[in-house]
Structure formats: C-alpha cells, structure tokens
C-alpha cells in the first residue's frame, strides 16, 4: 500500500536526509523501524520498503502486498498508527502524539466496536485525542460506561456540543 500524506511526506524526507545525528544509510534505518513494526501487535503487518527513489509501506504478511484501498477501515488506521509510530519513533527517539479527525467518517457499528477498541489498546501505550462524529461519541459514551476503569490509561470523552 503507499500511503501519501502530509505527515508521512515530511517523515519520509526526514528519513532519508538522515533524521538523527548517527551517519546511517537509510537503508539501516529502514531496517530498524521494520525491526520496531514486527513488535508491534497487529494482524496485518506492515512494512517499509525502497522502491526506486521512493519509500513504500506496504503489509507484508503473505509477501503479496495488501492495496490500502482494499483494507477495511479499522485496519488502515491500525496501520498508519503503527507505522507513523515507528517512523516518528525512530527520526526522534519519541513517540507521537495523534491528533485523529474522524467527525466526518461513517462506520457501521461492528466498525466502532473495533475502532473503540483500538484506540484503548494504543492509548495504553500512546497518547491519542480523537475528535469523533456524534454516533462515535454515543458509543463510546455506552461502551466506557459498560468497561471497569483501568487505572493505567485515561480516556476522557468531551461533548462540544453541550453549552458551559
């Protein structure tokens, strides 16, 4: 799958201008950031590669390349989470703090029980603010209240919609 967004245009590019003070070839640091993605828990397995003069992600997990039109939507962004991780995590020895819009996004209800679950996984371990559509934040409003709290991560839900 390629994957053309502003960030991961500015990542890539700082990747291949070197991004860190070591003097390592790209090359090698591709190598540790597809090192750093093989511990990561997804059911896909994505992948940075070198073809010609651009760098490719694409998952890897039956060697066939997986077209990120044809993943479903949960997965794209399991994947993107994943690998901006990785790459963020590598150009600056820090993990990312995700800004995700997803106010416009329709999903079917299985589709929201995925997302929702998604984000608390990388929220125990990440930190993510999601600004969701209505029928989102009512799910995940009926599912926070359904869950036992857990101390390690917070998740904090904000109606903008509601007056002071």
Do not use: W
């Not at 694409?58 to 991780?85: H, K, Y």
């Not at 819009?101 to 029980?113: F, H, N, Q, R």
């Not at 679950?117 to 409003?141: E, G, M, T, W």
């Amino acid at each position: 799958m390629e994957i053309r967004t502003a960030l991961f245009d500015f990542l890539i590019k700082r990747l291949e201008n070197g991004g860190d003070a070591e003097a390592v070839s790209l090359k090698h640091r591709l190598h540790r950031i597809n090192i750093s993605l093989q511990t990561i828990d997804c059911e896909l397995a994505p992948h940075f590669r070198e073809e010609g003069n651009s760098i490719i992600l694409d998952d890897a997990r039956n060697g066939v390349p997986l077209p990120f039109t044809e993943m479903l939507p949960v997965s794209r962004v399991q994947v993107l989470l994943s690998a901006l991780s990785a790459l963020h995590n590598t150009l600056y020895d820090l993990d990312p703090i995700f800004l995700i819009d997803i106010s416009e996004i329709k999903l079917e209800m299985p589709e929201m029980a995925d997302l929702f679950d998604l984000f608390l996984r990388h929220s125990s371990q990440k930190q993510l603010l999601v600004i969701p559509n209505d029928a989102f934040l009512a799910f995940c409003s009926d599912a926070l209240s359904e869950k036992i709290e857990d101390e390690h991560h917070l998740v904090t839900l904000i109606d903008l919609t509601e007056e002071a």
